[in-house]
């Protein structure tokens, strides 16, 4: 079976500082892994990803995410926040065999303070 | 990327009714489409797997006979709302299956009055 935890259900951070959304997950076979964003009253919009290689994975807008195997966790990060990065984030997994479907966290709120 | 698009974007309708909402995957074929269901401020829930030219598989505690779904192209899925009722009203997300990856609908907003 497959769980992900995101410790953390609300994030407030002032603009141009640095965030970290944290992302650990439970499987008994290998996963690949995934974060998502979504925005007000939208679907969800795949920022990256993270399938085989190298452990630090960049995205869109400017995220990036490692992955730690030992530790099970998928940080996703940002140097420098904007305003328009208040959204919702979602880590996801999905295993290697078996199941095909996705298997979500609960989900971060990141608030952008001006 | 790959674009799935959702139709309608919202909907509002009397309990009792039943609503169809149509997910489609615009540039790819998807043997495999899902339906979840989302709360406010809530993470997604998956409700079933759709399969194309098969049966849907619904997760546990999800009624397939009042959530029908059904897979009749590989790049059209719709999920029907039978006799709605007021806690049906959700966000309902649609998403296609290409690889690895899922590429979601932008979600049809169910309000049942």
């Known amino acids: 079976a497959q769980s992900v935890t995101q410790l953390d259900s609300q994030v407030p951070v002032f603009e141009e500082a640095p965030v970290e959304l944290r992302c650990n997950y439970s499987?008994?076979?290998?996963?690949?892994l995934f974060w998502y964003v979504q925005y007000p009253n939208q679907g969800l919009q795949l920022l990256l990803k993270y399938l085989s290689g190298s452990t630090l994975v960049k995205g869109i807008n400017g995220f990036e995410a490692e992955f730690n195997k030992s530790q099970t966790s998928f940080h996703l990060r940002k140097p420098s926040v904007h305003i328009s990065d208040t959204a919702e984030y979602f880590c996801?997994?999905?295993?290697?065999?078996?199941?095909?479907?996705?298997?979500f966290g609960t989900g971060t709120r990141l608030t952008v303070i001006p | 990327g790959a674009v799935v698009s959702q139709h309608p974007s919202w909907v509002i309708c009397k309990s009792g009714t039943s609503v169809k909402i149509e997910c489609r995957s615009l540039?790819?074929?998807?043997?495999?489409m899902f339906w979840y269901r989302q709360f406010p401020k809530q993470s997604l829930m998956l409700m079933a797997t759709s399969n194309e030219g098969s049966k849907a598989t619904y997760e546990q505690g999800v009624e397939k006979d009042k959530f029908l779904i059904n897979h009749a192209s590989l790049t059209l899925s719709t999920l029907t709302v039978t006799s709605a009722h007021p806690e049906d009203s959700s966000f309902y997300i649609c998403?296609?299956?290409?690889?690895?990856?899922?590429?979601f609908g932008p979600g049809t907003r169910l309000t049942v009055t």
């Open positions: 540039d790819f074929q998807a043997t495999t």
């Open positions: 499987s008994s076979v290998s996963v690949y």
């Open positions: 998403s296609a299956r290409e690889g690895w990856e899922q590429y």
């Open positions: 996801a997994v999905i295993p290697q065999t078996g199941a095909n479907n996705l298997f």
